[in-house]
């Protein structure tokens, strides 16, 4: 690949336009120019479109309409894009600083399918929280989630080429059966070692972490049998409660 690639950032949002302004602006400052940016709206009923409006100057498309929620608002961005690889940055979220693309794109390389990195926490006001508390490891395939979603798809970007649709019978954690399926369909991916956004905290995933874990849990007992995803969640409890009593957050 001599060209350097086309990165699809897909915005999918309802109703956000507290937040939208933030996510925008933070692919305008990128230093790598070669994106399609794509937002896929609800037909929100707030000032959501005005905002839109206000920045198609770096908008590629949009659409506003109706939708079956956040996974389905997400599968018309990926039969929408045309780029290279895609990278769903949702209102709310933001790319993490305006080098981040360059970063990882300068030295480009056809073989890489993955892309990942670290996810940073954000309040409302943008102060960042710090990092996530699941954090990738050094090397990263599809067995690795057997402990968790270690990257949140925010820090996940992938070729289009090997992502498939989100799977409209998971309603909170289809994210993860999404990269599962990626990884395993990857022959090369790497770790960039970067920060690639941040993330807003709350929201839906602070309001649906019960059934989202059970969700999660499916998908793994699907992935990796019953036994193995049941002896790590109980490994992993202790240091679950010391993480949540030190920082006051999942």
Not at 37 to 60: V, W
Not at 78 to 101: Q, S
Not at 137 to 148: A, D, M, V, Y
Not at 218 to 234: C, E, Q, S
Request: charged share 25%; proline share 3%.
């Amino acid at each position: 690949m001599n060209r350097k690639p086309v990165i699809s950032v897909v915005t999918v949002t309802f109703n956000a336009d507290k937040y939208l302004q933030n996510t925008i602006e933070s692919i305008r400052k990128q230093t790598y120019k070669n994106i399609e940016y794509i937002i896929i709206d609800g037909q929100s009923t707030d000032d959501t479109i005005n905002i839109i409006k206000e920045n198609n100057d770096i908008i590629s498309q949009w659409i506003s309409e109706p939708d079956n929620g956040l996974y389905d608002a997400m599968n018309k961005g990926i039969t929408k894009a045309k780029g290279d690889y895609i990278w769903f940055i949702n209102a709310g979220d933001e790319i993490y600083n305006e080098n981040t693309l360059s970063n990882i794109f300068e030295h480009v390389e056809n073989c890489v399918d993955v892309y990942f990195g670290h996810t940073m926490i954000i309040d409302e006001a943008g102060n960042e929280i710090g990092l996530r508390r699941l954090k990738p490891q050094k090397s990263l395939t599809w067995k690795s989630f057997i402990w968790g979603q270690l990257v949140s798809h925010q820090a996940f970007i992938a070729k289009l080429s090997i992502a498939p649709l989100f799977a409209p019978k998971y309603k909170y954690s289809a994210d993860t059966d999404w990269q599962i399926k990626i990884l395993k369909k990857s022959a090369y991916i790497r770790n960039t070692g970067l920060i690639l956004c941040r993330f807003l905290e709350g929201g839906r995933s602070k309001k649906t972490i019960i059934p989202s874990l059970k969700e999660r849990l499916v998908i793994m007992f699907k992935n990796y049998g019953i036994v193995a995803p049941i002896l790590v969640h109980i490994a992993m409890v202790p240091r679950f409660l010391w993480f949540y009593f030190r920082h006051k957050r999942f």
